[in-house]
Nanobody, 124 residues
Framework: QVQLVESGGGKVQSGGSLKLSCRPS???????????IGWVRQAPGKSREGLSC????????WYSDYVKGRFTTSRDNYKNSVYLQMNNLKPEDTGTYYC??????????????YGQGTQVTVSS
């Protein structure tokens, strides 16, 4: 189990960009290098939605159809960090963004070890 901390959220206008970061918590001795890491969004009043997953070595990525072409996930294992670059943001992208460990389960990507989340607000 890995403890994760997200950062980089904020308020932006429609069409703008933000870059989120995910790192192990300060109290964690874990290295992210052993984990595939994904990003999950929870919009107000809705359930969590998986957005992406990047393999442990960064060689493979998956994106949901909703963010494909707008969001890019990457990682720097030397910096023990995973990122989500979000471009062309829309008001419906508003929500709390979590990083989490990820894997391909039965027909879909699954997530665990969520961080505390970082808030993203996109205004029109």
């Amino acid at each position: 189990q890995v403890q994760l901390v997200e950062s980089g959220g904020g308020k932006v206008q429609s069409g703008g960009s933000l870059k989120l970061s995910c790192r192990p918590s300060e109290s964690s001795l874990e290295s992210l290098e052993a984990y595939a890491i994904g990003w999950v969004r929870q919009a107000p009043g809705k359930s969590r939605e998986g957005l992406s997953c990047i393999s442990s070595d960064g060689s493979g990525t998956w994106y949901s159809d909703y963010v494909k072409g707008r969001f890019t996930t990457s990682r720097d294992n030397y910096k023990n960090s995973v990122y989500l670059q979000m471009n062309n943001l829309k008001p419906e992208d508003t929500g709390t963004y979590y990083c989490a460990s990820c894997w391909y389960g039965v027909g879909e990507y699954e997530y665990d070890d969520y961080g505390q989340g970082t808030q993203v607000t996109v205004s029109s």
